[in-house]
């Protein structure tokens, strides 16, 4: 079975400063990675999603994050953050199957805080 | 992508009683999928439901309790039956699979 783990449940930042959120998967197979980010009272929006190819993948709203096999983890990034980037953001895997039938595992969640 | 739609989108019910929430999605798909999130917690997979068989529950979760319909390619219910406080969560249905994983806007559901 495959795990999530990002280690910060809580990731307080000021405006326009850098941010980075972890995470940390195990799986005993070949996986595809996830970043949803969830804001107040809404539903799950994805971030961005790696399935192959360049370790670096780009997503909406300026956030980027880089797989790294070795070392087995998916850290998201941002170089300046605004004040609406508070939200929850949940990184998540599934396996790869011929079937393409699998759900999600997710992690428990970050909270990030903007302070002005 | 796909746009899914869920009823109700929030609901009060009393304890003992039981309650369904609908997932229509705007494209014929093969795989749905119906997640719990808990107040303040991560999304927790319950079931996947294909169409013409009988759903798959993950470790935790029983049919008896989360009895889940998938009567076509584009309709799922899920129904959260005997409720109890515990049960307060937000429900997701969700479609795709593998790389592809769109979600629905959830159901807000408080058990007293």
């Known amino acids: 079975a495959q795990s999530v783990t990002q280690l910060d449940s809580q990731v307080p930042v000021f405006e326009e400063a850098p941010v980075e959120l972890r995470c940390n998967y195990s799986s005993s197979v070949s996986v595809y990675l996830f970043w949803y980010v969830q804001y107040p009272n809404q539903g799950l929006q994805l971030l961005l999603k790696?399935?192959?190819?360049?370790?670096l993948v780009k997503g909406i709203n300026g956030f980027e994050a880089e797989f790294n096999k070795s070392q087995t983890s998916f850290h998201l990034r941002k170089p300046s953050v605004h004040i609406s980037d508070t939200a929850e953001y949940f990184c998540?895997?599934?396996?790869?199957?011929?079937?393409?039938?699998?759900?999600?595992?997710f992690g428990k969640g970050t909270h990030l805080i903007i302070q002005p | 992508s796909a746009v899914i739609s869920q009823k109700p989108s929030r609901d009060i019910c009393q304890r003992g009683t039981s309650l369904t929430i609908q997932c229509q999605v705007d494209s014929q798909v093969t795989m749905m999928f119906w997640y719990r999130q808990q107040p303040g917690q991560s999304l927790t997979l319950i079931a996947t439901?294909?169409?013409?068989?009988?759903?798959?529950?993950e470790s935790g979760f029983v049919i008896d309790k989360f009895p889940i319909s998938r009567p076509n390619l584009t309709f799922s219910t899920l129904t959260v039956s005997n409720m109890s406080p515990e049960d307060s969560s937000i429900y997701l249905c969700?479609?795709?699979?593998?790389?592809?994983?769109?979600f629905g806007p959830g159901t807000r559901l408080t058990v007293l």
């Open positions: 790696y399935l192959s190819g360049s370790t």
């Open positions: 439901a294909n169409q013409g068989s009988e759903a798959t529950y």
């Open positions: 969700s479609v795709g699979g593998g790389a592809e994983q769109f």
């Open positions: 998540a895997v599934s396996i790869l199957s011929g079937g393409g039938a699998d759900g999600l595992t």
